[in-house]
């Protein structure tokens, strides 16, 4: 399974797999060693991640070592993960109830690309009212512009992708 694909990320293809399969495991296979890609992928139930880099062998290994019930992670990751897992990271969920119903309305139009006007006229608000609820978005995200808080919510499948 890679983690970025046209319609669905990876991530949420994953839940998607393990919810109507649960006992096939998913395995994945990408070049993004980001954190939070690794943890968002073993939350959503993955049975392995490896790195597109990954010789022949170790992706042979990886898939039967699956089939035989183990949690093949590429070693490269293994490291990161331990640390990113001790700082806490937070889940879809966890940040879902961080922010109101209102803020993820603008964070689903701002990464559609709207404009604040456009955003504010859309929900019926005033602009100073959606860049308030962007600076508490930003704040909760831990980001600083739109493309951060785009990128975010997209990596946590809080927006689909083409929203």
Do not use: C
């Amino acid at each position: 399974m890679d983690l970025k694909m046209p319609h669905m990320n990876g991530i949420q293809a994953t839940e998607a797999i393990r919810r109507l399969y649960p006992d096939l495991p998913v395995v994945v296979l990408t070049t993004y060693d980001e954190d939070e890609w690794i943890v968002d992928a073993i939350r959503a139930g993955a049975a392995g991640y490896l790195l597109k880099d990954s010789s022949t062998e170790d992706i042979i290994a990886a898939v039967e070592g699956v089939v035989a019930g183990e949690t093949p992670i590429a070693k490269a990751v293994t490291a990161k993960l331990f640390q990113y897992v001790q700082f806490g990271v937070p889940s879809r969920s966890q940040l879902e109830e961080r922010l109101s119903e209102r803020e993820l309305a603008i964070l689903r139009l701002l990464a559609s690309g709207l404009s604040n006007a456009d955003i504010a006229s859309r929900l019926n608000l005033a602009e100073g009212t959606v860049r308030n609820h962007l600076t508490n978005i930003f704040a909760t995200l831990e980001v600083t512009d739109r493309a951060q808080a785009t990128a975010v919510a997209w990596r946590y499948g809080l927006v689909a992708q083409g929203d």
